[in-house]
Every structure is written in C-alpha cells, then in structure tokens.
C-alpha cells in the first residue's frame, strides 16, 4: 500500500514535470508530435524510475554511512547515464546504424534531463524507506509520461489554431505549460492518501 | 512503421528554428531555477549559480572532448558539471545558509541545465557578432541571471507583496497570488520572452517570416 501511494502521490499530486517544474526544456522542445512523445516519454519513464530505484541503494548503503552526501549529485548522474546508455546500446546491438544512432541521441537527451537526478535527490531527502522509494521513482517517471504526452497533445491542437504573431514559438508554450501548472496544482490532494 | 523522411525533416527544421534563437537561450537557462526563484535573493542566487555553472562547462567542454570518446562524454562531462554546481553550492551555502536550504535539490538541477545549454551555444546558435561558443554561453549566462531576477523579483512582489524586504500590503489572500505558484512563474517566463522575441527583428537575426496562424 505505502508503494501504491507514494506512486500516486508522485505522478499527480507531486508531478515531477508540472508540479515540481523538473526537466521542462526537454518537453518543451521534444514534446513537439504526440507519436514522438510517446516514445520519449516512455524512455524519460524508465531512466527516471532506474536512476531512482538504484540511487535509494547508492544513498543509503553507501553514501549515508561514509558521510559521503555531498557527493550524491555526482553518483546519481554518473550512475544514471551509465545505465541509460548501457541499456540503449544493448538494445540496439543488431540495428541499423541510423537506428542506433537516433537511439544514443534519444539516450543523451534522457541522461540529461533533469528528472534523473530529481528523483533520487528528493528520495535522498525524503529519507523514505526502499519500497516507498520504489514507488516515488516509478511514479515520478509516470508522471513525467503522462506530463509529456498531454503537453505534445495541447501542443499540437495549439498549432491549429489562429496564435497572435507576438505569442507565436516559445511564449505560447510557456503559458500552455502554465495552464497545465495550474490543471495539475487543481488535481493535487486528489490521489493522496488514496491507498492507506 | 519507420519515420517518413519528410517528417523526419519538417520535424529538424522546427527544431532548428525553436533553438537557433536568442528566446530559447534565456528560456532554456532560466527554466530549471523558476521553482525556487520565489523573491528576489532566492531568485538571484539560483540564477548566478546557473550563469557560473553555464560559463565553465563553456570552458571545460572542450577539454572534455580532447580526452573521452563519444561513449563516455557526457558522463564525464556530468560529473563534472555537478562537480562545478557542487562547488557553488557551498559557495552559497557560506554567503547565505538560509537561501542555501530554500534552494534544496534545486542546486544540483542546474549542473543537467549547464550541460544543455553548452551544447545549444556549440551547435546551433552564434550571436552576433561573437559568433562563437563561449561568447554564446556568457549571453546565456547573463540572460538566465536577469530573467532569474526578475522573476524572484516579482514573484516576491505578487505573492507577498515584498519588496526588497519592505511588505507594501497584504495580498497573500488575494487572486494575484497564483503568481508566487510555478504556474504565475511560467506566465512571467512568458512575458520575457515576448519581449526578448520582439528584440530578435531588431538586434539578432531576423525571424523566419510569419505563416499565417498557428505556433509557426
């Protein structure tokens, strides 16, 4: 139940795109069709809930008892995009050059996103116990996805429309991703506590 | 069902035309800080803190990419980003203990943005007349600073109704107090950058010409 909770929590009350305002100029710019934003999202989802699934032993097994902390950032980031493009160069291992290609430029833009380091940073200080950090990571990815894809889909209805000249590019996105600050900010306190 | 190569290009070019610009450069850079940047000392700390982080990984990339292979650069090129933050975190931490803590994981966030943000100023974006890597990033790094600021700055105004340090009146209670929220930093982001697009015509290069409607 704690793990089901802190999952919920994570993706809608504390959305980690929307809420807490982490990893935003990668959406922002990637999230531009939704059929990319779904394959995005769903990569930002698995690096998010690896790089907080193997911070919370990271932190606490060995970090915490050497009084190590200050080191964290460097450990979380390192470890992350280890993971990250290990996991994208064995599954491209027998694809075509092209495809492997795209695959380490989608890699290099999920190591750098921001959300990788959030999540077992707000783990670090939560000072959760490991199912609830289990729960925190897959459910901030979760978040992160369903942040993306809804972002791409309001994108892309906005580019059917009539936008003043001035407002056109950049300006329009921010205030759409306000507005969903604001849709998500109303949802908040919704889920939480939904399974204790 | 693999990409249409036309797609694939239409999809480069609005790429191309969202990050080759001087708008991208102070979005992108004061993004990550706008959490935290609830008054003007929060607001200014985080955004020196992204300027310095900007300008070394500026410095530091290239001597990066003199001793890793495609494989392990941007690892290393992490690491040492954080390094970097790391460093100005206790930076802040000595000036200000009490803004080091309402920063929180905030600080670290900034080494990712560094990093981005080197990568744009070397590969798609040169201003004029500099035209060069570093000058790109000392723009970015100014540009983030400022918008940082302001945005502290009027945060602090709107939801408090602070003003370096003086309380003009009580409006915490009132609607214009979604300002002080992550949703009124974004509108302000915003503003900025309408302003910062109006002076693209005139200062940077000029705008791809205007379709009609729509984002483009």
């Known amino acids: 139940m704690e793990f089901l909770n802190a999952l919920f929590t994570a993706a809608f009350d504390n959305n980690i795109v929307f809420v807490q305002m982490v990893g935003m100029v990668s959406v922002i710019v990637l999230a531009l069709r939704p059929q990319d934003s779904v394959r995005f999202g769903l990569a930002l989802w698995a690096a998010s809930a690896v790089s907080g699934i193997v911070g919370w032993p990271i932190y606490y097994l060995l970090l915490q008892p050497w009084g190590l902390d200050y080191l964290a950032p460097m450990a979380y980031l390192l470890v992350s995009a280890t993971c990250v493009f290990l996991v994208g160069a064995v599954a491209t291992a027998r694809k075509p050059l092209e495809e492997r290609r795209g695959a380490m430029a989608m890699c290099t833009i999920v190591a750098l996103n921001a959300c990788t380091l959030a999540v077992p940073l707000s783990n670090a200080a939560a000072g959760c116990e490991f199912p609830v950090g289990v729960g925190t990571a897959v459910g901030a990815g979760l978040g992160a996805f369903i942040a993306v894809v809804l972002f791409a889909g309001v994108r892309n209805r906005i580019n059917e429309s009539q936008v003043p000249a001035v407002l056109r590019g950049l300006p329009i996105s921010l205030v759409t991703a306000s507005i969903m600050c604001l849709a998500f900010f109303g949802v908040s306190g919704a889920l939480s506590g939904l399974f204790v | ?216």
Request: glycine content about 8%; overall charge negative; hydrophobic content about 60%.
């Open chain 2, 1 to 216: 069902m693999a990409l249409n190569s036309y797609i694939a290009a239409e999809r480069q070019k609005r790429l191309e035309a969202l990050l080759g610009t001087p708008t991208f450069l102070v979005v992108a850079g004061a993004l990550p800080g706008l959490a935290v940047a609830n008054n003007l000392e929060q607001g200014f700390a985080i955004g020196a803190v992204t300027a310095v982080a900007i300008v070394a990984m500026a410095l530091l990339v290239p001597v990066i990419n003199g001793f890793t292979n495609w494989i392990t650069r941007i690892p290393v090129a992490l690491v040492v980003s954080a390094a970097v933050v790391g460093v100005c975190q206790v930076a802040v931490y000595v000036a200000d203990p009490a803004i080091s803590e309402a920063l929180g994981m905030y600080l670290p966030l900034v080494a990712t943005n560094a990093l981005v943000m080197t990568f744009v100023a070397k590969s798609t974006f040169a201003v004029s007349p500099a035209k060069s890597t570093l000058a790109t990033a000392v723009f970015a790094a100014v540009c983030a600073l400022a918008a940082l600021t302001f945005v502290g700055l009027a945060n602090g105004i709107l939801s408090a109704g602070e003003i370096f340090g003086l309380t003009a009146y009580e409006i915490a209670e009132t609607p214009i107090a979604v300002f002080g929220k992550p949703a009124g930093s974004l509108l302000l982001l915003a503003l900025v950058a309408v302003f910062t697009q109006s002076l693209e015509g005139g200062l940077f290069k000029a705008p791809e010409a205007a379709s009609d409607g729509g984002e483009e």
